[in-house]
């Protein structure tokens, strides 16, 4: 959960580099709160409680989705690709389970190598 709380706390951040593991614990975390919205929305008759929370997490997601691109040595432009229909989502996802870049890229150090360091 600390991955999810970190990510909304760069809200607004599009530099930078995001770990696999912030990028995919952010998409989960969304996901099991989105489901569980859209169920009690769907129970009490107000799915609109669910598109309200897609809305709110709809900058974040893009923010870390960019930063998980950077971390791949690719640019947050690669976002749009996603627009493709069937190459881009696969692209993407193919994209966004790749490796880190190792060491400094044009996007900022290593975050796996920072925590490593720290350690």
């Keep these: 959960?600390?991955?999810?709380i970190e990510a909304l706390k760069k809200y607004a951040v599009f530099s930078g580099r995001a770990r696999?593991?912030?990028y995919w614990m952010f998409?989960?975390?969304?996901?099991?709160?989105y489901a569980v919205l859209l169920g009690i929305g769907l129970a009490i008759k107000a799915p609109f409680i669910a598109i309200v929370f897609y809305v709110a997490i709809l900058l974040p997601s893009?923010?870390?989705?960019?930063r998980r691109l950077h971390d791949t040595g690719?640019?947050?432009w690669w976002l749009l690709f996603g627009i493709v229909p069937l190459a881009g989502p696969i692209t993407l996802l193919v994209f966004t389970c790749s490796d880190s870049q190792p060491g400094v890229n044009k996007y900022g150090p290593n975050p796996?190598?920072?925590v490593l360091a720290h350690a």
Excluded: N, P, Q
């Design 1 to 4: 959960m600390s991955w999810f």
């Design 20 to 22: 696999r593991k912030e």
């Design 27 to 33: 998409v989960l975390f969304s996901a099991i709160i």
């Design 62 to 66: 893009l923010a870390v989705g960019v």
């Design 74 to 76: 690719r640019s947050g």
């Design 112 to 114: 796996k190598e920072a």
